[in-house]
């Protein structure tokens, strides 16, 4: 019997007990298939649901025939009547009311004994996964992250397109970036020996657009980085990129946050207030150590330097007296935190080059507080000021770490991070969203000796901070602001250098010679010198918001065909040799690999 396959009356997962009698078409996957001796039953399944078909012997003999064939994923469409399951609903699916008794079935191809099985999440290892991704996708909540991510997509398309955006595409053909990471390089056949570089991101391309008077500019688009790759980094990866003219921080930042309402409503039916809180970096570093704090739990760190100045433990006289700080953080839940628990976070400290992680307990004194375990003897005097300074009570355990300010915000914003987990301190379903602001623009690097730009060199300082760039460059604040969700940083942009003068200083700066930023970035340099407005814009890591708004616990997670860890992709095995020919067309040639 042959089953115009293409005249679909319904999907898998419409059908309802109101639609009983009707004759439908439905084709997809075979998601089971039980052969119940007189009677077959399969669960077919497509990207909306699964319906049962009821194949019974009594009523259609080749149909029947046919279903006792038939294999997992296996595709195929049927005819036939929607009929009640009375009694047996199955309360698990949408269309669990009905099923379809089956007057004909075409198998329109035939599955292969499968790698793992689609119908269940037993999770196969993640290379398996990668090199079936075709099969992996089939699953529905697999597929589902894909899906909510294009709703991500639409809801940023329809919003740009609403405020007056222009989507323009930039070259990936191109020549290196600032961003600072490695370059992707293609080299070129006609000009032998020289290579382009994939983009970092469109940085350059959208100055120069707003130059050219765009006013409006947004793009989702694919930008590339060779760094080596953590859980969550891809070596190309999609931003959303944006860039307006005439424009101060404070218009960027609220096009943002209207952006990201739109995202929270149009993708997940969240209402999102908005203006976001704004913390500058000075005061983020200081209470929770990092510049992208997870403002969903307290614990903030606690500087307690000017109170244990005098005292005569080695470990906090020598930080203070080298110039650096003791901090500390109070948790709460004493029972929970188990000596082999406080053991663990001092390993994991030293794991990741700290010293170690001084602690205290607090407990009920006899006047008052005093303290217990760890260097509880060598600053026991200080108990009740120090526990009425920090806020600590009987029960508490206080976590202290002395060093450089940098090191104890490094150590410190990883055990509070730690804790969280430890203690279950984030409620769930909770979006914390704010703004990092007054970033300082530089970063002193202790080995190469000179200045790099936090963001990347086309930020523009501080109105009131331009003198610094002759005078004090380590403390010039930059115009710049990054988005932060739940600890995560999901944007960064910046107000631009829009004055050639400037610009050339801050290349200047960066220990950039005239003849490298002409040689890098001379089209800039050129733009600004022929009336450049005053603009500035933003770029989101689009595949981190789809991994945040999904639960994912990866960015691969969020993306069709990603790349594992050691950036190989395991579908189509690349990167992959290529022929001798095609080397010689490019007058390549490759080197041995050195000996390990
Ligand atoms: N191009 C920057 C980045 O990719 C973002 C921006 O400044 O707009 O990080």
């Keep these: 019997m042959t089953i115009a396959y293409n005249k679909r009356t319904h999907y898998c997962g419409d059908l309802r007990a109101s639609d009983a009698d009707k004759i439908v078409l439905l084709s997809g996957w075979v998601n089971t298939a039980r052969d119940h001796g007189g009677m077959t039953f399969v669960d077919l399944r497509d990207h909306t649901g699964i319906t049962q078909l009821r194949f019974n012997p009594d009523h259609a003999v080749d149909a029947h025939k046919t279903a006792r064939t038939l294999h997992n994923e296996d595709v195929i469409t049927v005819t036939g009547k929607v009929v009640s399951r009375g009694e047996w609903v199955n309360p698990k699916l949408p269309t669990g009311e009905i099923e379809i008794e089956v007057d004909g079935v075409q198998v329109l191809s035939h599955a292969d004994p499968l790698p793992f099985q689609v119908n269940d999440d037993f999770d196969a290892n993640e290379d398996l996964c990668l090199k079936y991704r075709f099969l992996h996708l089939r699953r529905p909540e697999v597929q589902e992250k894909l899906r909510l991510r294009n709703r991500i997509g639409q809801a940023i398309r329809e919003y740009f397109v609403e405020n007056g955006f222009v989507d323009i595409e930039t070259p990936f053909l191109t020549k290196s970036t600032p961003e600072g990471a490695r370059d992707y390089l293609v080299p070129s056949r006609v000009r032998p020996g020289s290579f382009y570089a994939l983009p970092q991101s469109p940085q350059i391309f959208k100055q120069l657009l707003m130059i050219a008077g765009f006013d409006r500019y947004a793009q989702i688009v694919r930008c590339f980085r060779d760094e080596d790759l953590r859980a969550d980094r891809q070596p190309e990866f999609t931003q959303l990129d944006m860039e307006m003219a005439f424009v101060q921080a404070d218009d960027v930042m609220a096009m943002v946050e209207g952006c990201v309402q739109r995202i929270f409503k149009y993708a997940m039916d969240i209402d999102i207030p908005v203006p976001f809180p704004r913390i500058s970096e000075a005061e983020s570093l200081e209470r929770y150590g990092i510049d992208r704090p997870d403002m969903r739990f307290g614990m903030e760190l606690q500087d307690v330097t000017d109170l244990v100045r005098d005292t005569e433990f080695k470990v906090f006289r020598g930080a203070i007296d080298a110039g650096g700080v003791v901090k500390c953080l109070v948790a709460e839940g004493g029972d929970q935190l188990t000596r082999k628990i406080t053991d663990g976070l001092t390993n994991e400290i030293k794991g990741i080059g700290g010293s170690g992680l001084p602690i205290v307990k607090v407990l009920e004194g006899d006047n008052g507080v005093e303290f217990a375990t760890g260097i509880a003897k060598f600053i026991q005097p200080l108990a009740s000021e120090l526990c009425k300074q920090v806020g600590a009570k009987p029960g508490d355990t206080i976590f202290f770490m002395p060093g450089t300010f940098a090191d104890v915000c490094k150590y410190l914003h990883f055990v509070r991070t730690r804790l969280a987990d430890i203690l279950d301190l984030i409620p769930p379903n909770q979006w914390n969203l704010l703004w990092v602001v007054d970033f300082t623009m530089l970063e002193w690097d202790e080995e190469e000796k000179r200045f790099f730009a936090k963001h990347h ?121 290529v022929a001798q020919a095609q080397l010689d067309e490019l007058f390549l040639s490759i080197k041995p690999l050195p000996k390990k």
Excluded at 470 to 498: C, F
Excluded at 507 to 522: D, Q, R, V, W
Excluded at 548 to 572: G, Y
Aim: with cysteine; net charge negative.
């Design 457 to 577: 060199p086309f930020t523009a300082p501080l109105d009131e901070d331009i003198p610094l760039l002759d005078t004090d460059p380590a403390k010039v604040r930059a115009k710049a602001y990054d988005l932060v969700l739940n600890g995560t940083e999901m944007a960064g942009g910046s107000i631009r250098i829009h004055q050639r003068d400037i610009q050339e200083k801050v290349f200047a700066i960066l220990g950039m010679s005239k003849e490298e930023a002409t040689e890098k970035f001379e089209f800039l340099l050129e733009g600004l010198r022929y009336g450049a407005p005053p603009h500035g814009g933003i770029a989101f890591g689009f595949d981190r918001w789809a991994m945040e708004l999904s639960h994912s616990e990866s960015l691969r997670e969020v993306i069709a065909f990603p790349k594992t860890q050691r950036a190989v992709c395991p579908l189509t095995d690349a990167p992959g040799n």
